[in-house]
């Protein structure tokens, strides 16, 4: 049997860095314990940390912006299949203390997002379909009787994560997390990214050069 896998699918990429919040610099783990510290515990959501959405412009930062920036030029060629620059428009810390979870969100305005865990030692992210339906309710929306749920016909799919994993999606996916159930605080660092240069899909009608 032959079949086209994910036709026209949502692109999910998952990766281990093996960089992890132990691995950071002195620098890195101070500035960020900062962040940690000024937070509130017994926030049910988690505490977002933007910095006029430049997070990761901090030099203490360099070596993870760098580790972030490797992956997302690998989604750019080896996914998209394309060679338009990259462009990070915005980055920023979560910080999930025990109990506390990430709301359902997308991310306006970008073309990708990504997920960097320092420091996850429980929860899942969670992804969900497009308006809540999956491959089989696009036109309707009927409960059908199924085997085993898979990529077509779940409405949501669940990606552990641990620390050190990154996760790209586009911005436009809804998504959230589990709560915490770890006594440490689950870090995420995030990141939008957009795309610069030329783009013209037909002819010269329809073309913008960002």
């Known amino acids: 049997m032959t079949i086209f896998n994910n036709l026209w699918g949502v692109p999910v990429y998952k990766i281990n860095t093996n960089y992890t919040f132990s691995n950071f610099t002195p620098e890195a783990k101070e500035y960020i314990d900062d962040y940690i510290n000024s937070s509130v515990e017994n926030s049910k959501t988690a505490n977002v940390f933007v910095e006029r959405g430049h997070f990761l412009d901090n030099l203490k930062l360099e070596k993870i912006k760098e580790i972030i920036n490797q992956q997302a030029h690998y989604f750019r060629d080896n996914i998209m299949m394309c060679k338009n620059e990259l462009q990070i428009q915005s980055s920023w810390l979560t910080v999930n203390h025990k109990g506390s979870n990430h709301p ?18 429980t929860g899942h992210l969670i992804l969900q379909a497009p308006d809540g339906k999956s491959t089989w309710q696009r036109d309707y929306r009927m409960g ?31 998504h959230s997390t589990t709560p915490n159930e770890s006594e440490e605080p689950r870090l995420m660092i995030g990141t939008n990214y957009w795309l610069k240069g030329n783009m013209q899909f037909f002819d010269e009608l329809d073309r913008i050069n960002i």
Not at 111 to 118: A, D, G, L, R, T
């Open 104 to 121: 359902i969100h997308n991310h306006a305005h970008t073309i990708f997002s990504i997920c960097y865990y320092p420091r996850a030692e």
């Open 144 to 174: 059908f009787e199924y085997t085993e749920l898979n990529e077509w016909n779940a409405t949501n799919w669940t990606i552990p994560v641990m620390s050190g994993d990154i996760v790209i999606f586009p911005g436009w996916v809804q």
